[in-house]
């Protein structure tokens, strides 16, 4: 059995790598930190777990959850998953980064985050569908959860150098700001409301942008907007993809069809809906193209702490143990 180890196991990504771990055929959660909440049950905070999971959290230093993991997930805030990663390391231990922190070339994220990274290295950009070669490595930086729905929504036409300007407008569900509350996740007001932010600037463009450009190196114009709606998880993005030439429905889905050939996770359904990937790892990919304005509609709808985070990590970590990639997250959405 592969052990696993959660830091930042408290929050919303944690509880979700648990809840997916602990049905997970080859995986043992050994270990779950928080610093705030050491010694307590794990199911006392994550009730969900209950009866799933003997766990308390614990709040051990680097080493000893390297001694104790065969995989250690990170999943704590931006500028803080530097401070561990580096000693986590060794030889017999593989690191998934849920974070920003090595998604980016180095002096990009600098600037994005405003920050000096404390550990410059790189990792491969764990978005399976377009690095598989994440399998061979130690550390792997797994993807945001914007990027994930907006960068699958595009890869295609990038790849066929079609794009002239993408327009990505993504709608989110409030668990993607994790576990703290806020002004924005105050009930009254998000409920029968929607709250768009970050208008031209949202860090998670740069991912975007970096993995359209590794497509297409002269792809430039890369728009993205985000909003906040009432709902708890999910990502619907819109993207209004403007082409070189004009394209009719059926080109682009000869040329999906074909990009995501043995793709398990991505699926080609029509118009896609937020209730249809609730809880699964799936990315729901949908497109009507309007040839008269050279533009094609692309819709994909993901579940942010499954496709976005938690159940990506765990694809990823499939690959890394030489498992099948769909192993333990072969399960249906949980619409309605
Ligand atoms: N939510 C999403 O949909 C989503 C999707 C993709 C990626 N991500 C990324 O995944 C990471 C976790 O997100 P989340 O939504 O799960 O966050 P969260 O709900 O706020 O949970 C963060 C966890 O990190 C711990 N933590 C906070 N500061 C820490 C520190 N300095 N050192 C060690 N542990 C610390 C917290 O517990 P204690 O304070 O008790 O230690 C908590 O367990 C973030 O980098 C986020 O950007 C999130």
Known sequence: MIKAGIIGASGYTGGELLRLLVNHPDVKPELATSRSLAGKPV???HRHLEGFLDLRYENPDPEEIRARCDVVFVAVPHGTAMNYVPELLDDNTKVIDLSADYRLETSVFEKVYDLNHADPRT???????????????????????FPTGAILSAAPLAAAGLIDMAIFDSKTGISGAGISPSGTSHYPNIAENIIPYKLTAHRHRAEIVQELNRLDGNLRNISFTPHVIPTIRGILTTAHIFTKEPLSTGDVQALYEEFYRDKPFVRLPGVPSLTAVRGSNFCDIGFEADAENNRVVVLSAIDNLVKGASGQAIQNMNLMFGLEETRGLWIPATAP
Do not use: I
């Not at 990792?123 to 930086?141: D, R, T």
């Open 43 to 45: 199911a006392g905070t």
């Open 123 to 145: 990792a491969v950009y764990g978005l399976v569908e377009l690095h598989p070669e994440a399998a061979k490595e130690q550390l792997v930086a797994n993807p945001g959860c």
